[in-house]
């Protein structure tokens, strides 16, 4: 009877399809393959992450970051040749960085931090704005050489201290630190992507007031390495006075901000080395 086979098969197959379909809205891009040397450096570190176990593969926690992290690449992707793509990661300090190629890894414990749309937005923003203006080339360079360096310098000294090493390395790479000025640039860009994109560019700095206020542990490392909080306040309040047409219809009262929920507990599937999505 292969009708009857057929038709119990299609049964199975529509449902099926319903719940592939949902899961995949609720897990992580796939990487973008290497094409140039920013693609490259790019993979490197999301291969290191991935190493590590702390890519999110898949989890819920993506339903909440996809729409925002979605309207800001649709504002910031004609300023990029590559795709942005946005992945979770988790640590325990909350934080977020965008590596060259278009790679933005949110920490799930930012999403945890931040008290509205418009502070994850904020963060969003200034991190593709670092990929825009290049800033992760040149750093992430320098970290290679060193890299270079003190790995040859350690397999001299055996196999266990150059893993040692190397893994103390891809910690560095996290905490790229940027100079004032590329923060700064980085936050004013960031502000217009937010504007054109339909979120408060208020929102990043209640984020450093809400910093400003914290226990010294809570303080995402994204900002905890960069001194003057209140200059960066200094240079977006000029932005945005200077520039009334795009930003006066703002209110930079946080009391206007838009409630942010994230499902507490969230379950996260992580991305394995021996698992497919990309190479
Ligand atoms: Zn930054």
Known sequence: MPDLRL??????????????????????PTPEPVTDQETELGQAVYKQLRTKGEIVESSPLYDTLKPVAEAI?????????????????HETQPNAFAT????????????????????????LCHEVSHTI???????M??????????????????????????IAL????????????????????????????GFNPWGLTWLFQDFQNAEPGQVPQLLSDHPGNGARIQTLEKHFRDNPATFSKFSRDPKSATPFSVPKNAPEVFLRADTGNGN
């Open 7 to 28: 038709s119990t098969l299609r049964f199975w197959i529509v449902p099926l399809l319903a719940i592939v379909a949902t899961l995949s809205a609720a897990q992580a």
């Open 100 to 123: 060259p190629g278009g790679n933005v890894y949110v920490v799930d414990s930012l999403l945890y931090f931040v008290k509205n749309t418009e502070q994850l937005a904020g963060t």
């Open 141 to 166: 360079e320098k970290e290679r050489r060193i890299e270079r360096r003190e790995v040859a310098a350690a397999i001299l000294l055996g196999p266990t201290r150059a893993h040692i090493i190397a």
């Open 73 to 89: 690449a649709r504002v910031a992707q004609p300023h990029y040749p590559h795709p942005f793509k946005f992945f979770l990661v």
């Open 133 to 139: 203006h290049r800033d992760g080339v040149a750093l």
């Open 170 to 197: 891809i910690g560095k790479l996290h905490s790229l630190g940027y100079s004032r000025d590329a923060e700064s640039k980085a936050d004013v860009t960031g502000a217009d992507i937010c504007a054109q994109a």
